[in-house]
C-alpha cells in the first residue's frame, strides 16, 4: 500500500468509522439518517474506510464491519514514505560528503595564491561563508556596518549568529554611523544583544563595510553591485584592516540613542559634520555615504545649513562656517566680515 498525500481521511470518513465502532452492523439508511448525510456521501466514505483497510467484513458474517486499529493501519499506509525520507537522507548525505572531499583541494589552491585573495560572487554564497567563519571564530569578531538604518530582518538573521558566538566567549565589537542612533530596530538590536556582552560604538564616518573573525579572515564588499564579497587570508592585510578598525573604535562613542543624548545636540553634531565634508568640496552621493544616510536626507540637511549660514553656494557655506567656528577645529572669529 502506498502512500496518498492528500488530505484524508476526511470529517465524513471520522463519522462513519465512528458509528460503526459503535454499532455492530453497518446499516448504510440508518447511518445516513443519524450522520446527517446522503446515501452517496456514506456510500463513498464506506469505499474509502475499507480500501484504506479502517474497516473490515467480519470473516462469519459479511453483513457486519468491523473497525481496524488505525495505528497498524498507520504504519502500513506510511511506510513507503519512510522508506523514501530514508533515501532521500541517505541522497543527501552522500552529496554533501562528495562535496565536503573537494573542500582539501580548494583549500589547497588558496594557498598557492600569494594574495590571499577569494572573491564570492553572490548573497547567498556570501551568507553561507559568513555563517561558517563565524561557527569557526573562537575569540573575536570585529564589525564595521555602515548605514543609518538595518531593516528587521537582517537584524533578525543575525541575531542567532551573534547569541552563538558571545554564548562561546567571542568578543564582538562593532561600529554604526551616528544615524543609527535615529532607527528604532537598529536601538533595539544592540539593547538586547550588549545584554548579552557585545560592544557598540558609532561614529559620523567610517571607513567602509567590513568584518573580521579571529584577525585572520576578513570580509570587505565586492566593488560590483551584487553584494558580493572579497575574503582575505592574508595575514599582513588583515592585520592592516584590524589597525583601521581600532583607530576608528578609539574615536567612536559608545552607542546610546538619540533621545538620550538629546535628539538636539546630537543632530548639531551631524550638521557639523556635513559642513566639513561641504567645505571639503565632497558631493552629495558621497556625503551620504560617509555619513551612512540617504541621498535625500542628506540633501535635506545640506538645504537646511546653507538656509541657515545664508550661503548661496557650498564654497560660500564652507567658508561661513569656518569664519563661525563651526567646523570644530578653532574658535568663532568674532571679528567683523570683510
Given at each position: 500500500?502506498?502512500?496518498?498525500?492528500?488530505?484524508w481521511p476526511?470529517?465524513?470518513?471520522?463519522a462513519?468509522?465512528q458509528?460503526?465502532?459503535?454499532?455492530?452492523?453497518?446499516?448504510?439508511?440508518r447511518?445516513a439518517?443519524?450522520?446527517g448525510?446522503a446515501?452517496?456521501?456514506?456510500?463513498?466514505?464506506l469505499?474509502a474506510?475499507?480500501?484504506?483497510g479502517?474497516l473490515?467484513a467480519?470473516a462469519?458474517?459479511?453483513?457486519?464491519?468491523?473497525?481496524?486499529?488505525?495505528?497498524?493501519?498507520?504504519a502500513?499506509?506510511?511506510?513507503s514514505?519512510?522508506e523514501?525520507i530514508?533515501?532521500?537522507?541517505?541522497?543527501?548525505?552522500?552529496?554533501r560528503?562528495q562535496?565536503?572531499?573537494l573542500?582539501g583541494?580548494?583549500?589547497?589552491?588558496?594557498?598557492?595564491v600569494?594574495v590571499?585573495?577569494?572573491v564570492?560572487?553572490?548573497?547567498?554564497?556570501?551568507?553561507?561563508a559568513?555563517?561558517?567563519?563565524?561557527?569557526?571564530?573562537?575569540?573575536e569578531?570585529?564589525t564595521?556596518?555602515?548605514?543609518g538604518n538595518r531593516v528587521?530582518?537582517?537584524?533578525?538573521?543575525a541575531?542567532a549568529?551573534?547569541?552563538a558566538?558571545?554564548?562561546?566567549?567571542v568578543r564582538?565589537?562593532?561600529l554604526?554611523?551616528?544615524?543609527?542612533?535615529?532607527?528604532?530596530?537598529?536601538?533595539?538590536?544592540v539593547?538586547?544583544?550588549?545584554g548579552?556582552?557585545?560592544?557598540?560604538?558609532?561614529a559620523?564616518?567610517?571607513?567602509?563595510?567590513?568584518?573580521?573573525?579571529?584577525r585572520?579572515?576578513?570580509f570587505?564588499p565586492?566593488?560590483?553591485?551584487?553584494w558580493?564579497?572579497?575574503?582575505?587570508?592574508e595575514p599582513?592585510?588583515?592585520h592592516?584592516?584590524c589597525e583601521?578598525?581600532e583607530?576608528?573604535?578609539?574615536?567612536?562613542?559608545?552607542f546610546?540613542?538619540a533621545?538620550?543624548?538629546?535628539?538636539?545636540?546630537?543632530?548639531?553634531?551631524?550638521d557639523?559634520?556635513?559642513?566639513?565634508l561641504?567645505?571639503?568640496?565632497?558631493?552629495?552621493e558621497?556625503?551620504?555615504?560617509r555619513?551612512?544616510?540617504?541621498?535625500?536626507?542628506?540633501?535635506?540637511?545640506?538645504a537646511?545649513?546653507m538656509?541657515?549660514?545664508?550661503?548661496?553656494s557650498?564654497?560660500?557655506?564652507?567658508?561661513?562656517?569656518?569664519r563661525?567656528?563651526?567646523?570644530?577645529?578653532?574658535?568663532?572669529d568674532?571679528?567683523?566680515?570683510?
Open positions: 500500500m502506498t502512500f496518498d498525500p492528500s488530505p476526511g470529517d465524513r470518513e471520522v462513519l468509522y458509528w460503526v465502532a459503535g454499532n455492530e452492523r453497518l446499516d448504510p439508511d447511518a439518517r443519524e450522520l448525510l446515501r452517496d456521501e456514506v456510500d463513498a466514505a469505499t474506510l475499507t480500501q484504506r479502517l473490515k467480519d462469519d458474517d459479511p453483513t457486519r464491519l468491523r473497525p481496524v486499529d488505525p495505528d497498524l493501519v498507520a502500513v499506509v506510511t511506510t514514505l519512510e523514501t530514508r533515501a532521500q537522507q541517505s541522497e543527501l548525505h552522500r552529496i560528503d562535496f565536503a572531499s573542500r583541494h580548494y583549500r589547497d589552491s588558496l594557498s598557492r600569494s590571499g585573495l577569494e564570492i560572487p553572490g548573497l547567498e554564497e556570501v551568507r553561507a559568513l555563517n561558517r567563519a563565524s561557527a569557526e571564530c573562537t575569540e569578531m570585529l564595521s556596518q555602515p548605514g528587521p530582518a537582517a537584524l533578525q538573521e541575531l549568529r551573534d547569541t558566538l558571545l554564548s562561546r566567549g564582538m565589537r562593532t554604526y554611523h551616528h544615524t543609527a542612533r535615529f532607527n528604532g530596530p537598529s536601538q533595539a538590536y539593547a538586547m544583544v550588549s548579552l556582552g557585545a560592544e557598540y560604538r558609532t559620523h564616518e567610517l571607513f567602509g563595510r567590513l568584518i573580521v573573525f579571529d585572520r579572515v576578513a570587505i565586492d566593488k560590483g553591485d551584487n558580493g564579497a572579497v575574503v582575505i587570508r599582513s592585510v588583515v592592516y584592516l583601521v578598525f583607530q576608528s573604535w578609539t574615536h567612536a562613542e559608545p546610546a540613542d533621545v538620550t543624548d538629546g535628539l538636539e545636540a546630537v543632530a548639531k553634531d551631524i557639523r559634520t556635513i559642513v566639513r561641504l567645505a571639503a568640496g565632497m558631493k552629495d558621497t556625503i551620504a555615504r555619513l551612512g544616510m540617504s541621498l535625500r536626507t542628506a540633501r535635506k540637511h545640506i537646511d545649513i538656509e541657515t549660514l545664508g550661503a548661496e557650498r564654497f560660500q557655506a564652507g567658508f561661513l562656517s569656518a563661525q567656528g563651526l567646523l570644530g577645529d578653532e574658535p568663532p568674532t571679528a567683523s566680515p570683510g
